[in-house]
């Protein structure tokens, strides 16, 4: 296969291998960092909400 | 004391931490050079490794000041001064958080820093061994400095100076390593060696310096 | 267990801030120091937390609290202290319960539970809010609570009650009492009546003892 | 103690999007189509460019140029919805034009680095070095340290609100940049080829290179485009548990009846 014997094979791979990698963090770190503070927000209203309508 | 380790590390993270600016230093340091010594890429390799030394030099000393002072500002170092443990483990602690939230970012750095210098891998490995050898020796001696500047209000540029001398021979030996690597006759290892024999003695005497020095600051 | 000081000084930039102070205090005891700004209160307090050395004289302290851990008597004195000084000792940008579980760690004898602390001083719903977001009156408050979480016998309190409102001074006044009564000796420089029973007090301008008064 | 009771000072002003909820709705109705779109576009833009036939000169490393080429541009459109956003705050003072230019910053970087990277591997066959310090290059890595300068400012200072003016500052500042990195190949001789694409008299890419540019830095922007909404929202939930967390703070204060 003349694709993979030739020389510049590894520049190609790596600079797309780096490309998918960073992109697909980027993806992750958004979707994560969203998930943690809604749970977040979720559990203070939660909290805010009990601690309102208690009398102290 | 975990628990100390864990505590500094996770507030150099929080706002105002300035985790991100020993590294955001170093990098303005080495794309400077090259605007003063010229585009020349062979040139720039031959200083390479010095360039990347002097600027990890710089970069560790900067956030040096801040490491006594913000727990003496709010009060939490009065109450670790009462702590059963000795000062000079309580330094040592600190000392290490500072080096994993400050050094250690230099040393990961180095190898893209490497590359603007156009450096050959062989010596941009060898300079990141003697990175992670040589800093923590700044950042102990450091801390002497930080101990002993720590009631002055601009204890940041009074700090790099005091500790400056006691830095050349981390610089020396590091520098002269990191050339040992590259060119043959100068030899890698037993520079490398006195490197490490100095971070372990700074170790030893900037924890206990620094302890002492806090301890009995009649402040 | 009691608390016994010897004929304490301490210079401060070359000028004697107080000289020849003995005092001696006992379990379930507390002293309460006053006297104008500048009298050497502070100053007082920090030389027996070990944070000032004296010119002269020595703080110690004789025998053992029951219960206490078998090394109680070979640690330093200052290591059987809680000091609240001026500042919180609390860093903002941390939540109020990593602050207080942080301090907790800190300390070998762990007291009360973080949120029983909390409850202790009136702020249970404040665990998850970073330091730097509370007023200065439930910043003090949860300063307090550090007090709570690790067992230390004795106090040393300079101007506790700053910034707290009138509920949270007496709140404040019960704690002491409690720590009083589990057998503990409170040392405070404080100008507000904290109505606790068995006090001594010391009038620090003219460095003098006023016996015991109410 | 000032009462503050709403979650966020919402000031009447312009647009539909100024209200943060009616905002995160839209957000959160778009974003699958977004995403459809972003990975059907780059589905296409992947095939086209290993479609392409290989380059005389270069052979297979021509196909770097389709990650390389659009990550630049996102690199610099995502600083200029930065100026825009920075002059949202400074002129209309529009409420969600910091957050919008706070959770651009880190993307940028991501895609300056990503172009510095892509480019520095394209350019060790042709060029033999990983790095040259050639003002299309240095202008870039500027860039980078501009976008990293901001990150650091915005998280120095603790109060969202106490950050916007001066963040938005030094962006307009550093927009002086862009162009220099735009016009860098024309004004100094550099090693880095001349423009191929937006020139005056039109591209001088072949078809068969220009589609498969074409789509794929179309991929890219719409990847950056869903991106940004979900930093922005994240950014906005930041803000609100901040907020959440004061008032708490304030109503334990309140609450303090014996």
Same mark, same amino acid.
């Given at each position: 296969m003349s694709m993979f014997d030739d020389k510049y094979f590894a520049y190609v791979t790596s600079s797309y291998g780096i490309t998918l990698l960073v992109l697909a963090g980027m993806v992750l770190w958004a979707r994560a960092q969203f998930k943690s503070r809604t749970a977040k927000l979720d559990e203070m209203e939660k909290l805010g909400i009990t601690r309102r309508s208690q009398k102290r | 004391m975990i628990a100390l380790f864990l505590r500094d590390v996770r507030l150099s993270w929080r706002a105002g931490g300035g985790a991100l600016t020993g590294v955001m230093f170093f990098l303005a340091v080495v794309m400077v050079v090259p605007f003063g010594v010229g585009p020349d890429l062979n040139l720039l390799a031959r200083i390479g490794p010095a360039m990347l030394w002097l600027g990890a030099l710089l970069a560790s000393l900067l956030g040096l000041d801040r490491l006594f002072q913000a727990d003496r500002e709010d009060g939490s170092l009065d109450i670790l001064l009462m702590n059963g443990t000795p000062m000079a483990a309580i330094v040592f602690i600190k000392c290490a958080a500072h080096w994993v939230t400050t050094g250690l970012p230099l040393v990961i750095?180095?190898?893209?820093?490497?590359?603007?210098?156009?450096?050959?891998?062989?010596?941009?490995?060898?300079?990141?061994?003697?990175?992670?050898?040589?800093?923590?020796?700044?950042?102990?001696?450091?801390?002497?400095?930080?101990?002993?500047?720590?009631?002055?209000?601009?204890?940041?540029?009074?700090?790099?100076i005091l500790v400056l001398p006691w830095t050349i021979p981390v610089l020396i030996f590091g520098v002269s390593a990191a050339y040992g690597a590259v060119e043959d006759p100068a030899p890698f290892t037993e520079p490398f060696i006195v490197l490490v024999a100095i971070s372990l003695f700074f170790a030893v005497i900037g924890s206990l310096g620094a302890g002492a020095v806090l301890r009995h600051s009649d402040h | 267990m009691h608390l016994v000081v010897t004929d304490l000084s301490a210079i401060r930039g070359g000028e004697v801030i107080f000289s020849g102070l003995s005092f001696r205090i006992n379990e379930g005891e507390a002293l309460i120091i006053t006297g104008h700004n500048g009298s050497g209160k502070s100053t007082l307090l920090r030389v027996i937390a070990g944070l000032l050395t004296p010119a002269t004289g020595e703080v110690c302290l004789n025998g053992k609290p029951e219960g206490a851990s078998p090394d109680f008597d070979d640690r330093k004195f200052y290591e059987h202290c809680h000091y609240l000084g001026h500042e919180n000792a609390m860093k903002p940008a941390l939540s109020v319960e990593e602050n207080l579980r942080f301090w907790r760690a800190m300390d070998d004898e762990p007291h009360l539970e973080i949120p029983e602390a909390l409850e202790m001083v009136g702020l249970p719903a404040l665990a998850h809010v970073p330091f730097g977001h509370l007023s200065t009156g439930q910043k003090r408050r949860i300063s307090i609570a550090r007090l709570l979480v690790s067992w230390r016998p004795v106090w040393l309190l300079d101007e506790p009650t700053a910034g707290l409102d009138t509920g949270s001074e007496r709140q404040f006044a019960e704690l002491m009492k409690i720590h009083l009564e589990d057998g503990g000796i409170i040392l405070a420089a404080t100008h507000i009546p904290l109505g606790l029973k068995n006090t001594q007090s010391l009038v620090m301008n003219t460095a003098t003892m006023v016996d015991e008064t109410q | 103690?000032?009462?503050?009771?709403?979650?966020?000072?919402?000031?009447?002003?312009?647009?539909?999007?100024?209200?943060?909820?009616?905002?995160?709705?839209?957000?959160?109705? &778009?974003? %699958?189509?977004?995403?459809?779109?972003?990975?059907?576009?780059?589905?296409?833009?992947?095939?086209?460019?290993?479609?392409?036939?290989?380059?005389?000169?270069?052979?297979?490393?021509?196909?770097?140029?389709?990650?390389?080429?659009?990550?630049?541009?996102?690199?610099?459109?995502?600083?200029?919805?930065?100026?825009?956003?920075?002059?949202?705050?400074?002129?209309?003072?529009?409420? &969600?034009?910091?957050?919008?230019?706070?959770?651009?910053? %880190?993307?940028?970087?991501?895609?300056?680095?990503?172009?510095?990277?892509?480019?520095?591997?394209?350019?060790?066959?042709?060029?033999?070095?990983?790095?040259?310090?050639?003002?299309?290059?240095?202008?870039?890595?500027?860039?980078?340290?501009?976008?990293?300068?901001?990150?650091?400012?915005?998280?120095?200072? #603790?109060?969202?609100? @106490?950050? @916007?003016? %001066?963040?938005?500052?030094?962006?307009?500042?550093?927009?002086?940049?862009?162009?220099?990195?735009?016009?860098?190949?024309?004004?100094?001789?550099?090693?880095?080829?001349?423009?191929?694409?937006?020139?005056?008299?039109?591209?001088?890419?072949?078809? #068969?290179?220009?589609?498969?540019?074409?789509?794929?830095?179309?991929?890219?922007?719409?990847?950056?485009?869903t991106l940004h909404l979900m930093t922005m929202r994240n950014e906005i939930l930041r803000r609100r548990i901040r907020s959440l967390q004061i008032t708490t703070a304030r109503r334990a204060e309140r609450g303090q009846v014996e």
């Open positions: - | 750095a180095a190898p893209l820093f490497g590359l603007f210098m156009n450096m050959p891998p062989l010596a941009i490995a060898a300079t990141m061994a003697t990175l992670v050898a040589g800093t923590p020796a700044i950042t102990f001696v450091g801390a002497v400095g930080a101990a002993v500047t720590v009631a002055l209000p601009r204890g940041g540029l009074l700090l790099a | - | 103690m000032s009462d503050i009771t709403s979650k966020i000072a919402v000031r009447p002003s312009l647009g539909a999007l100024a209200n943060p909820t009616r905002f995160l709705n839209l957000v959160r109705i &778009l974003l %699958p189509w977004l995403w459809v779109v972003t990975i059907a576009l780059f589905i296409a833009g992947l095939w086209l460019s290993f479609a392409a036939p290989e380059d005389y000169q270069q052979g297979r490393t021509v196909r770097i140029m389709f990650i390389h080429v659009p990550s630049v541009w996102v690199a610099m459109f995502a600083y200029m919805v930065m100026v825009s956003s920075a002059l949202g705050v400074l002129v209309w003072r529009h409420p &969600l034009a910091d957050v919008a230019a706070r959770a651009a910053a %880190p993307l940028g970087a991501a895609f300056t680095f990503l172009g510095l990277i892509t480019g520095s591997i394209w350019g060790k066959p042709m060029w033999g070095t990983w790095w040259v310090w050639d003002a299309r290059l240095t202008s870039f890595l500027v860039l980078l340290i501009i976008y990293l300068g901001l990150i650091a400012l915005w998280r120095a200072i #603790e109060e969202p609100a @106490a950050a @916007a003016r %001066p963040a938005a500052v030094f962006i307009l500042i550093g927009a002086i940049n862009v162009p220099i990195i735009k016009f860098s190949v024309d004004w100094w001789n550099t090693l880095h080829q001349p423009a191929s694409v937006f020139r005056a008299d039109g591209p001088t890419l072949s078809p #068969e290179f220009l589609w498969p540019l074409m789509v794929m830095a179309l991929a890219y922007s719409m990847l950056f485009l």
